[in-house]
């Protein structure tokens, strides 16, 4: 079954701090990966993505995430938090092949920054 | 212009009332997603159109679920007779061409509260 696991519901972490946001998936093949941003009140933001090559991708806000396909992982992470990002962060994962176009969510680590 | 748009952002009915939500999209792009968000289950996929056609319904979750888009454009979701447990956050979200690579682009969401 087509799955995605975010192990940790809620992280809390003082400014300035490093973070890392774990994400695994089930999938049948390797699939396209996602990582978005839910603030309060605001839409789901795009943070980064990966479809193929370079397994390190950079996104906005001095974000990034490794693709380790042998761990089924994708894991964010950002050198120094700031207060600003204390939102809902969704690991997603997409197919690759045949019409499916779906997105298939973890359900979300909800992170807080203290000062 | 701007981002994907959504109306009502809050809608509270009585339960065996009908409901419909409505989606914007982002000009020019000709795929559209509906998803919805609840409280422990994380985001599920709805429906997907590739212009007017639909040609993934997989994640309606009953016959009382039903999506349309006309021109192209804007997508109303309907829900009849609906029930408490069809409380929750329907998110809209669009893509230039409905390619996997595609980035969505999220609205703000429907929070839908059937009483």
């Known amino acids: 079954a087509q799955s995605v696991t975010q192990p940790d519901i809620h992280i809390t972490v003082s400014e300035g701090a490093s973070l890392e946001l774990r994400c695994n998936y089930s999938y049948g093949a390797t699939p396209y990966l996602f990582w978005y941003v839910q603030s309060p009140g605001q839409g789901l933001q795009l943070l980064l993505k990966?479809?193929?090559?370079d397994t390190l991708v950079q996104g906005i806000k001095g974000f990034e995430a490794e693709f380790k396909r042998s761990q089924s992982s994708f894991n964010l992470r950002k050198p120094s938090v700031h207060w600003s990002d204390a939102a809902e962060y969704f690991c997603a994962v997409g197919g690759r092949a045949g019409n499916n176009r779906k997105l298939i969510w973890g359900l979300g680590t909800s992170l807080a920054v203290n000062p | 212009g701007a981002g994907v748009s959504q109306s009502p952002s809050n809608k509270v009915t009585e339960k065996g009332k009908d409901v419909e939500l409505r989606c914007d999209p982002i000009s020019g792009h000709t795929a559209l997603y509906w998803y919805r968000q609840s409280l422990g289950q994380g985001l599920e996929f709805l429906i997907y159109?590739?212009?007017?056609?639909?040609?993934?319904k997989s994640g309606l979750p009953s016959d009382r679920f039903s999506a349309e888009r006309t021109g192209g454009s804007v997508s109303t979701l309907t829900i009849q007779r609906t029930q408490q447990e069809d409380s929750a956050v329907y998110l809209c979200a669009s893509s230039f061409s409905g390619q996997r690579t595609d980035t969505q682009y999220f609205g703000p969401g429907t929070r839908l509260t059937v009483l």
């Open positions: 159109f590739q212009g007017n056609s639909a040609p993934d």
């Open positions: 990966y479809f193929s090559g």
